[in-house]
T-cell receptor, first 108, second 112 residues
Framework: TQLLEQSPQFLSIQEGENLTVYCNSS?????LQWYRQEPGEGPVLLVTVVTGGEVKKLKRLTFQFGDARKDSSLHITAAQTGDTGLYLC????????FGTGTSLTVIP | SQTIHQWPATLVQPVGSPLSLECTVE??????LYWYRQAAGRGLQLLFY??????ISSEVPQNLSASRPQDRQFILSSKKLLLSDSGFYLC???????????FGEGSWLTVV
């Protein structure tokens, strides 16, 4: 059973544009993580959000955890080519549940 | 600081041959350990997890097995590989609070 759905699955944008990736579920999670993965490498942790409604900023990346702790969003401002990669969300319940992934390509 | 390493990075094995992927964690004790498989660069499928030495939970029935002979060592094995075992295998560790996990570099397995 896939508990976490990410949208969009694929995203191709021009450098300098803004974008938002969504991670949705009908389940409640105690925390949620976002990872970025480059081809042939392991996912790298970007952020962990724990509290409903929490907003965390990491330079040009803004992460928000839904009030009900069922969903999350990742917003990137002024995308750069270095942001290209696969973005994965993961919710923590009785185990880690990973989203379907969003493949982002930033075109120079 | 904590580090995680897995090897080999790339492996090409014939159908029916055995498999052993190894993962070690440094800089922490009694970590939770995980093996995931990722197909086609998309979502991750949990294969095994362990909360302590000799304690292995399997999430997906298949011809793979896992062992944890030492606190910070996690091994993924198979006696006879199938073509469908090809994929990108990721080892991960997490602290006991279960809120975050950290991944190794990954191992590409191609069964031919």
């Amino acid at each position: 059973t896939q508990l976490l759905e990410q949208s969009p699955q694929f995203l191709s944008i021009q450098e300098g544009e803004n974008l938002t990736v969504y991670c949705n579920s009908s389940s409640v999670f105690s925390s949620l993580q976002w990872y970025r993965q480059e081809p042939g490498e392991g996912p790298v942790l970007l952020v962990t959000v724990v509290t409903g409604g929490e907003v965390k900023k990491l330079k040009r990346l803004t992460f928000q955890f839904g009030d009900a702790r069922k969903d999350s969003s990742l917003h990137i401002t002024a995308a750069q080519t270095g942001d290209t990669g696969l973005y994965l969300c993961a919710g923590v319940g009785n185990q880690f549940y990973f989203g379907t992934g969003t493949s982002l390509t930033v075109i120079p | 600081s904590q580090t995680i390493h897995q090897w080999p990075a790339t492996l090409v094995q014939p159908v029916g041959s055995p498999l052993s992927l190894e993962c070690t964690v440094e800089g922490t004790s009694n970590p939770n350990l995980y093996w995931y498989r990722q197909a086609a660069g998309r979502g991750l499928q949990l294969l095994f997890y362990s909360v302590g030495i000799g304690q292995i939970s399997s999430e997906v029935p298949q011809n793979l097995s896992a062992s944890r002979p030492q606190d910070r060592q996690f091994i993924l094995s198979s006696k006879k590989l199938l073509l469908s075992d090809s994929g990108f295998y990721l080892c991960a560790w997490g602290p006991g609070d279960g809120n975050t996990i950290y991944f190794g570099e990954g191992s590409w397995l191609t069964v031919v």
